[in-house]
């Protein structure tokens, strides 16, 4: 934890001033071992919503509640937001070419929508 307390402190952010036990208290307050080198911005996410809920409702008592709760809900938002975004666009790509291959228009042809929803899978790939 000192290590990670150093180089946050190295990066010339004005009015922070971490610490080893900082870092330990929170990943206490909200249930975890550990809230470093957590991959992704989720975690990070979660601890910020946490701490702001938290001055709201339940004070620090609810710190572990409400830092599980972003989590879960930012798993359940993204997921369920990819998977519209992907069904709308590939609905939408089908009629598009429907309009040049009238076989698309038909969404009971498996073909069409497995065609249409490989190329709006793939178009997430780089991101």
């Known amino acids: 934890m000192e290590t990670a307390a150093v180089w946050v402190n190295s990066l010339g952010l ?14 206490k307050d909200v249930g975890e071992q550990s809230i470093i080198s957590r991959s992704g911005g989720a975690p990070t996410l979660a601890v910020g919503l946490a701490h702001i809920m938290q001055q709201f409702i339940g004070g620090s008592a609810m710190m572990a509640f409400w830092y599980h709760f972003a989590i879960m809900f930012e798993a359940l938002f993204i997921l369920t937001a990819v998977d519209a975004g992907t069904r709308v666009a590939r609905f939408m790509l089908q009629d598009s070419i429907g309009n040049f291959i009238p076989k698309f228009k038909e969404h009971s042809w498996r073909t ?10 793939a178009a997430w790939g780089p991101y």
Do not use: C, E, H, R
């Open 14 to 27: 004005s009015g922070v001033n971490l610490t080893p036990d900082m870092l330990a208290q929170t990943a």
């Open 112 to 121: 069409g929508a497995w065609l249409t929803t490989a190329v709006m899978v």
